[in-house]
């Protein structure tokens, strides 16, 4: 038996019930939260599947109008493409990232002509699915050159944005890049074209299915530690992001993301822009993978998903994006 004062607030009342429940939350999600990432191949006809990433599969360009539409049924604001490059069009300077006819190049084209702006367009620029060394950059011996590597970033942007790509996504963390490409775009008159930088793009061990993906896993010599940051630090975090605002990024990207909340949070409070989140490949392979087990059951998505607005941001890159509709019911 309970005695002496009890308090009069008692904080589960307002959790008796779903409708207080839902009265009182503080965070929910709409399709408005989440950029959906495609994966294109080179061919006719193919849908394939990726063993490391269950359910999400490789297309090639005459296979994307029923995802797009799919997408803007779901009422999604934005896809984000990746290229799986064939081996015999990959060399040391990538210089297939500059070819208009590219798998990008040619799946831009081809959403915006049938779907006009209905959907946004998100494209990366590096230069990893180009390169036969699988790095976002020129090599030199062991090291990523950085100036050099931006010359050809710069061109590699503006080209998508003549594609008609509506938000650049710089994901190859060179120092010095967001000024030079912001400079050049509104050289050549696309002052209206987006930036959203990965400016806190972390040396992560989660990539590897993405790697997978777009078919640079075998081939990355080394790793990528001498240019991603360094997973043990946080308040350099804010000096990229800082730096990457002042040269005209438009938002900000955190990558990975559930290991990340605190950098999501940190750079959220001290920089009032759009900061996005990649649930990366290995955070979506292992929650799948535990789904398949039945270790977990499909409710641990929606709460991944949630964590991530609770820390704040405003949309999220996530694999389950075309399934919102099955995973918030």
């Known amino acids: 038996m309970i005695t002496g004062k009890f308090p009069n607030l008692r904080l589960r009342r307002s959790r008796k019930n779903d409708w207080s429940r839902r009265l009182v939350e503080e965070n929910n999600l709409t399709s408005n939260d989440f950029i959906l990432p495609i994966f294109l191949i080179n061919g006719k006809n193919k849908k394939q599947s990726i063993k490391s990433m ?3 599969y490789r297309y090639t360009i005459d296979k994307l109008s029923p995802v797009i539409e799919k997408a803007i049924k779901k009422k999604l604001p934005m896809v984000a493409l990746f290229p799986y490059i064939e081996k015999k069009k990959k060399n040391f300077l990538g210089t297939e990232a500059l070819n208009e006819d590219n798998l990008v190049c040619k799946a831009i084209q081809t959403i915006k002509h049938k779907f006009k702006n209905d959907i946004g367009i998100m494209c990366d620029v590096a230069l990893d699915p180009y390169t036969s060394h699988g790095h976002d950059g020129i090599m030199n011996k062991d090291s990523v050159l950085n100036d050099e590597t931006i010359k ?5 942007s503006l080209l998508q944005a003549q594609m008609g790509c509506d938000v650049i996504a710089p994901s190859d963390m060179m120092d010095g890049r967001i000024g030079v490409i912001r400079k050049y775009l509104d050289k050549n008159g696309y002052q209206m074209t987006q930036i959203l930088s990965y400016a806190v793009k972390y040396a992560s061990n989660f990539y590897g299915p993405f790697r997978d993906a777009v078919g640079t896993n075998n081939l990355l010599k080394g790793n990528k530690k001498k240019y991603q940051m360094d997973f043990r630090n946080s308040n350099e975090s804010l000096r990229e992001v800082a730096l990457d605002i002042k040269e005209g990024a438009d938002m ?16 959220k409070d001290n920089f009032k822009i759009p900061v996005m989140a990649y649930q990366v490949s ?4 292992l929650l799948m993978n535990g789904i398949y087990k039945k270790i977990i059951n499909e409710d641990v ?7 991530f607005k609770r820390a704040g941001t405003s949309a999220i890159v996530s694999y389950f994006a075309d399934r919102l509709d099955k995973i918030i019911r």
């Open 54 to 56: 269950p359910h999400v």
């Open 252 to 267: 900000i990207m955190v990558k990975p993301g559930l290991p990340y909340l605190d950098i999501i949070r940190l750079v």
């Open 282 to 285: 290995g955070e979506y392979s």
């Open 301 to 307: 998505i929606l709460e991944s998903l949630i964590s």
């Open 152 to 156: 050809i970033l710069k061109e590699q």
